[in-house]
Each structure stands twice: as C-alpha cells, then as structure tokens.
C-alpha cells in the first residue's frame, strides 16, 4: 500500500517543469577572508574550502559585536603577600582577546623586597582575534602570584 504512493509521488515531482534547470547561487567574493586565514590561492577560494580549512585548523568565527569599554586603570588596593613577597592586583586589558580583562598579580617595583622575588605564571586559554571575523585560541601567560627566591 505504502510503495505505491511512494512511487506516485516520486513520479509526479520528477516531471514538474523547470525541475531540472540549474539553480544558480549568488557569487560571494571570499578572497579577502582567505587572504586572512591564508589559505592557498585565496583569489579562487570556495566556501567549501574555507570551512574545511577553518576546522582542520580549530578556528573560531564570530559576528563582530560592540566593543567593550576600556577600564585599564582599575587596580586593587589589597596587598597579598606570599611568602614574603608582597603585590597587588592589577587589570590586564586586552580588547582582542575575549575574555578581555584578566587580573594579573604586580609586585610593586618601590619595594625593595621584590628584587628578591620570582613570578609564578599561569597560562590562560584565550580567544586573540586575527582578522575579519576570525578567532583564534591562544595561550597568555600572566603572573598570579610572587615567591622569594
């Protein structure tokens, strides 16, 4: 019962007129976002071969969005201490990067007690922005504390 209909309506859209006329797509010009991701011969780059680039290579695109305002002189007043080493919390802004405030530790370069003191980094996974609408992971290492050495 059911395969009859089946080949019903497969015959019947199989003749409709004009069903087997090429579609053609609107002609989009990705040379300037090949150009940025450097893909090979960006003059004649396909979407296709764009986004197969793009995921081999982990990449991220985003529509761009409102800029977040800049706060870079925002700091902390709270002296930590770690063994022996005193510093203070400061704004790490970075407008392309998302998340673009990280806090950063700085030991204060008046006090004498910090030539005697080593940074201890850690390493922050980060989206930097290359080009266009394009978004890279990255890695920024920032201070998070300080230690005599």
Known sequence: MILPLLATFALMFA???GSDEATTAPV???AALATCLK???????TATKILDHVTVNQYIIVPPSGLLSSNSNRQSTT???SKGCPF????DFDNNRRPSI???A???TSN????????ITYGHRVLKYKCNALWDWATVNLPVAFVRV
């Open 15 to 17: 003749f409709v007129p």
């Open 28 to 30: 989009t010009n990705y």
């Open 39 to 45: 893909v090979s011969s960006p003059l004649t780059a």
């Open 79 to 81: 002296t930590v201490s």
């Open 88 to 91: 203070v919390w400061r704004t």
């Open 102 to 104: 990280l806090l950063k």
């Open 106 to 108: 700085v030991c204060p």
């Open 112 to 119: 004498a007690i910090c030539t005697k003191c080593h940074a």
